[in-house]
């Protein structure tokens, strides 16, 4: 669990046997500074992921984002799928998911991205 005040796994013991089953959403919901964040969108725009992902950084946000951008690399079909489920996995991890949407462009992968987190109940931000 992740917590600013430092918590150990005995305190967490402790008050869960002393019938404290609330702290847990308490600690959850208000010890939590470091909101998961994944960025998705077209790979086209590798500057603005990685000012967008230095900005969530330095907002003391953990971001998951792309590291491989196909439209720059010469990539076969295997890679492209081992990616693309890869991404997925990051939008399991994260809390909210942040759609870099430059000049108001979103293609199909995003689009399959968008679809994914929703029907996952992430909440969806979009870059303005």
């Known amino acids: 669990m992740r917590n600013m005040y430092n918590i150990n796994y005995y305190t967490y013991y402790l008050l869960y046997l002393l019938g404290i089953d609330l702290w847990f959403d308490l600690c959850y919901n208000v010890c939590m500074i470091n909101e998961i964040i994944c960025l998705c969108g077209s790979t086209r725009f590798e500057k603005e992921f990685h000012a967008i992902a230095r900005r969530l950084t330095l907002e003391n946000k953990i971001v998951l984002t792309v590291h491989v951008f196909r439209h720059n690399e010469s990539l076969n079909e295997e890679q492209l799928n081992i990616l ?45």
Do not use: C
């Open 84 to 128: 693309d489920e890869l991404h997925l996995r990051k939008i399991d991890m994260a809390d909210r998911v942040h759609i870099v949407n430059i000049d108001s462009y979103v293609g199909v992968g995003t689009i399959r991205e968008m679809q994914y987190a929703a029907k996952l109940d992430k909440l969806i931000t979009f870059e303005v």
